[in-house]
């Protein structure tokens, strides 16, 4: 990472974005037939791809400001950018920009990887999503707010924040008695069998250390490192895995009937003393009636709008209702709505609106790591007391140990707002100013800034202004099936499509979305028609509906590309022959011709969500145009399954041949039922 400027290098950057956003652009060639047409550096990309994949955030910090799922490398994405350079001592991938003069399009941009990779470049973008958070991301990232601001906005709003939140997080040290702040507080999970109610835990080890292991009392709670004696008894403790009650024999059950957060009971503070460091400690009376205090000051908050916070059925929301959670305002501790309740009213006073942007961002973001959603993973050496987040498995989990983080603790601690801060703010506007790209060489990759670019921009409100000038971006929560644009008016339409029926990002988003609602309510449209959106918002979906809705999507990418120069080009994988079909239909349909598909690498092996799955681990870079000029594509003579990389090619080829031909949607249908379920 680069080290923070000297004054005097924030004056020459400041300067020098002024006089970037104010000259025209430099002269560019006329656009020729892209090199992406018949050349794309697959072994470069894989090689970047394969090390990004593991550690995304740090890639590219600049898009990390609020959670999205399913984002792809922005090495790729750069990769396929720089191959529409027509200057070409410009498309190397270290070169600066390159794209000035060119609009790019992306229609479904999600967490923005198109719009921030193509503004680095210098071209002026725009993005499309029905969901409004897209839009407010991209609006926060793309924006150019000097950080001294940003960190003076930060400091005093969570100046004022602590000194309301943090009385709620005191204790005192075991070995002095002196005050302390609760890092993060550990429940046991309340469940029944027939003749008893007992606690479930992951496990009764607390924290393993190189010289001493931490344990809980199953019988007594009692938190020791070493022998014990139990001098009380309590509710049992239970580890997980368990599953029948020893005395009766029945299954333990959960309690269904009681709201979610008052099934959980606090066990352990995990705190921090000036003189001790962090320690462990069971609640003692004074933390129990500082806790139970909360809840009944607290507990009822609803915003004058427990309506709007309701669980609506979706593919991954189910899950909420059928662990008998109706409302999201039920998954947080009373501290945490008080959190929530002192940050919204402080930035609705705000008068900044990139500030209440942003921070109204940062904590929406927050909440993946402060909800009682939340479990612990720091039980182990490597694992310093770390909170295991909402969507660590991209889903809704329930966790037996959960933790209920603080999150005004003053250091960056796992999940904190001030490391949130740290690393989504601060870390990505630096590195917004001096981008920074790994070079691999002899198996090491090393850290190579590309001078001159900047992954910032000047947001305009109308298609006319980004005929001029460069680094600027246009922003539409709209349907793109109708979009308001000119015919011919785009250079290049670059962009991930949502990935047909397995991942429901759009549902598992109404966990943020119910809060920014009530954050932002008038920055974008909170009603939005969710039945548009080809993400999976219902339970039930019917299985054209993403073809049709993609095909919609497709019809005005091509009526508004350029016909001479213009390319859609986007990724997509899928091992289903269903999703494939959709696919091509919605391709032929628009009259969109394959000239090309590459093969990169896209996902982490050992991500959370795919490992030890027969995942695929790559992705189809597809590339098309209009239909003019487009040579016939041979059908392949099987599609191989048995490898990821050889199985993407091959769906690439039977792409273009079926586009190529004059196949009817029926035999569409069928030919890829052949190919793929015959293996």
């Not at 005192?172 to 609760?182: G, K, L, N, R, V």
Request: with cysteine.
């Amino acid at each position: 990472m680069v080290d923070e400027c000297a004054p005097e290098t924030h004056k020459r950057i400041s300067e020098q974005l002024v006089l970037d956003f104010v000259s025209s652009h430099a002269q560019q060639p006329a656009p020729t037939l892209p090199r992406l047409d018949h050349s794309f550096p697959e072994d470069f990309a894989n090689q970047l791809a394969a090390a990004e994949a593991y550690n995304k955030h740090l890639y590219r910090p600049n898009t990390y400001l609020h959670k999205w799922w399913a984002r792809r490398c922005g090495t790729t994405f750069r990769l396929i950018l720089k191959q529409l350079v027509a200057d070409e001592a410009l498309q190397d991938f270290y070169s600066p920009g390159g794209l000035e003069g060119r609009i790019v399009l992306d229609p479904m941009m999600g967490g923005g990887t198109t719009l921030h990779e193509a503004i680095r470049l210098g071209a002026n973008v725009i993005g499309v999503d029905i969901d409004p958070i897209p839009v407010l991301q991209a609006r926060a990232t793309l924006t150019h707010t000097p950080l001294p601001k940003l960190k003076s906005a930060f400091e005093q709003f969570f100046g004022i924040l602590r000194r309301h939140v943090a009385p709620w997080f005191e204790t005192q040290c075991p070995e002095c008695e002196s005050p302390a702040e609760i890092k993060f507080t550990l429940y046991g999970l309340n469940r029944r069998c027939s003749c008893d109610e007992v606690l479930f835990v992951d496990s009764y080890v607390l924290r393993e250390e190189q010289e001493r292991i931490v344990h809980i009392c199953p019988t007594c709670h009692c938190v020791h490192t070493g022998e014990h004696t139990c001098h009380a008894r309590a509710t049992p403790l239970v580890e997980k895995g368990t599953r029948r009650c020893p005395t009766c024999g029945e299954d333990y059950t959960d309690l269904t009937d009681v709201r979610f957060v008052d099934r959980y009971i606090p066990l352990v503070i995990v705190g921090e003393c000036a003189r001790h460091g962090q320690f462990f400690k069971s609640l003692d009376d004074v933390d129990r009636e500082l806790w139970q205090e909360a809840r009944e000051q607290f507990g009822t908050l609803d915003f004058n709008r427990r309506g709007t916070f309701a669980v609506r059925p979706g593919p991954k929301s189910k899950d909420l209702l059928r662990n008998g959670i109706s409302n999201y305002l039920d998954v947080f501790s009373a501290r945490q709505l008080y959190y929530l309740e002192t940050a919204i009213r402080l930035i609705q006073a705000m008068e900044d609106r990139t500030e209440r942007l942003i921070l109204s961002l940062l904590v929406s973001t927050s909440l993946e790591f402060n909800s009682m959603l939340c479990g612990y993973k720091g039980s182990g050496k490597r694992r310093p007391g770390a909170i295991r987040h909402t969507f660590s498995h991209h889903a809704y989990s329930f966790p037996y140990t959960a933790a209920e983080n603080n999150p005004v603790f003053p250091r960056k601690s796992s999940g904190t707002l001030r490391k949130l801060f740290a690393d989504r703010v601060v870390r990505a506007k630096k590195w917004s100013l001096s981008p920074v790209e790994r070079k691999p060489s002899g198996g090491q990759l090393s850290k190579v800034v590309i001078k001159g670019e900047r992954d910032a921009g000047m947001e305009v409100h109308t298609a006319h202004e980004l005929r001029e000038g460069d680094h600027k971006f246009l922003l539409y929560q709209a349907d793109s099936r109708r979009l308001p644009l000119e015919t011919d008016s785009v250079d290049y339409v670059v962009t991930d499509p949502p990935y047909y029926d397995s991942v429901q990002y759009s549902d598992l988003a109404a966990f943020f979305r119910v809060w920014l609602r009530v954050l932002l309510p008038g920055d974008v449209d909170w009603d939005y028609e969710t039945s548009s959106s080809a993400v999976a918002e219902q339970a039930q979906s019917s299985p054209s509906k993403y073809g049709d809705i993609l095909g919609g999507i497709f019809s005005e990418c091509h009526r508004v590309l350029n016909k001479k120069h213009g390319r859609l080009v986007f990724t997509f994988h899928h091992w289903a022959p269903h999703a494939w079909t959709e696919l091509t239909i919605a391709l032929q349909r628009t009259g969109f011709r394959l000239v090309n598909r590459y093969v990169v690498q896209s996902e982490n092996p050992i991500s959370v969500h795919i490992r030890d799955l027969r995942a695929i681990r790559h992705d189809c870079v597809l590339v098309l145009s209009t239909g003019d000029g487009t040579e016939a594509w041979e059908p392949p003579a099987r599609i191989h399954t048995d490898d990821s990389y050889t199985f993407c090619r091959d769906c690439g080829t039977t792409l273009g041949w079926l586009l190529s031909g004059s196949f009817s949607e029926d035999e569409i249908r069928q030919k890829w039922i052949e190919l793929l379920e015959s293996e």
